[in-house]
């Protein structure tokens, strides 16, 4: 099925571990988002992409950094997990209208920092 | 700056009761309003979507009409199911700009047989 794949789904860290999340689109999507989900406070955003290549800051960027080195991926990584880092990750991807037709998200990934 | 402001959950309702989510917005421009819906578990899928003044999105019974006037994009079904138990999130696209989509907070409906 087409659509936002998001790797893995459920991760532990340790405070001061890295990791790496992983989305990929098959849609042929310019643009890509990170969000993260917490209680009461709806999404917000991370980082996004409007190409391969590129990448820009969002509303919540500390401690995120972000790569997109082929069109259907963007990395998320965490270099040194807080505990403020608990939470639910979403991708998204659009084309260059979104605002037209729409977002695809992925299944989200739930990071827990302990 | 751009925002969205939904009413606070839990909303509570028997089945075949009449919905009502209010959202409220605050935009430059002429932004893209949508619903997004997320199922226990699930990502967030898209319910519906306007993207102009007067617009009225609809979809599996649920509807919002753009109000520019009152900048709202209030989400209604006439007849709720119990599978319709889910949080929505209001959420807009900036006219301008990379298409960021800024989201309301969310408001779990609870519908009860």
Known sequence: NAGVTQTPKFRVLKTGQSMTLLCAQDM??????????????????????????TTAKGEVPDGYNVSRLKKQNFLLGLESAAPSQTSVYFCASSYSQGRLYGYTFGSGTRLTVV | GNSVTQMEGP?????????????TYTATGYPSLFWYVQYPGEGLQLLLKATKADDKGSNKGFEATYRKETTSFHLEKGSVQVSDSAVYFCALSESGGYNKLIFGAGTRLAVHP
């Open chain 2, 11 to 23: 909303v509570t309702l028997s089945e075949e009761a009449f919905l009502t989510i209010n959202c």
């Open chain 1, 28 to 53: 042929n999507h310019e643009y890509m988002y990170w969000y993260r989900q917490d209680p009461g406070m709806g999404l917000r955003l991370i980082h996004y992409s409007v190409g391969e290549g």
